[in-house]
């Protein structure tokens, strides 16, 4: 396999794209223009691509303990020291991007990459797991309005329902994982919380997420269809988990894409 893809198929890959979904989704619904909207996607995707990479190369061991033929770093395809390289260069590439936008924009990015590598080279494995993606997901938004030409700090309802999306993801994201990682010793807190707690965890979360930015919007139409939306997903997150934990991923993740889609829609008056 090309290093190269082998790198890529490294990075998880959806997730990734997903997240570059949102950001860039949210500098369009921000009102940044076209080439401050390129600037911010190539800043979000490298510094998933980063921490993608390294989560990876920092499970290598365990990944081939647990037989995971499937992950190319722990299949030989990629040496971990390249993959630490690349993911080195990726986090610069991110950080000297947004740097180009604002130093707002540039402070977000550094908290959402801090996080990242801050849970995959210590945090995982405690209950303190999910303040990674608490304060990774809160500063998504503010690179977005950190790329406008007066770059500002997000609202606070968007940073509120950011922050809480970024933990139903967290919960929802180990599901498919959940035995081998307990099996392996990892104790974080969707470990500890098992599949019921996630579940029922990413039901709480999901319309608190929607109110928190409806709240913020003050009532917009738009933010009270997204809530809605979010509400409603919250019984067929849990009957879905049962069955797939990625399904429930997909799930919490679907409705991501509809509020930053009630962002946009609205013209950036919920940011």
Known sequence: MNPVVALLRSSHPGPTLVVTALGTGLAVAAGATPAAVLLVAAAVLTNQLSIGIANDMVDAPRDLAAGRRDKPIAAGLVARRTALIAALALAVASLAIAAALSPVALIADALLLVGGWLYDLAL???????????????????????????????????????????LAAHL????????????????????????AGCLVGCAVLLPATGVALALGAGGHPLALV?????????????????????????????????????????GGALL
């Open 226 to 266: 997204a809530a809605a939306v979010a509400a409603l997903a919250a019984p067929a997150v849990v009957l879905v988990g049962r069955r797939s934990g990625r399904g429930a991923f997909r799930i919490v993740m679907s409705v991501a894409l509809v509020l930053v889609l009630a962002l946009v829609l609205a």
């Open 172 to 195: 929802a994201n180990v599901l498919p994982d959940l035995d081998d990682d307990r099996a392996a010793g990892v104790r974080g807190l969707p470990q500890r919380l098992g599949r």
């Open 124 to 166: 995982k494995a405690t209950p303190a797991s999910a303040l990674c993606y608490l304060v990774g997901f809160a500063a998504l938004p503010s690179i977005a309005t950190g790329a406008l030409a007066e770059p500002r700090i997000a609202g606070l309802g968007a940073t509120v329902a950011a922050a809480l999306l970024g």
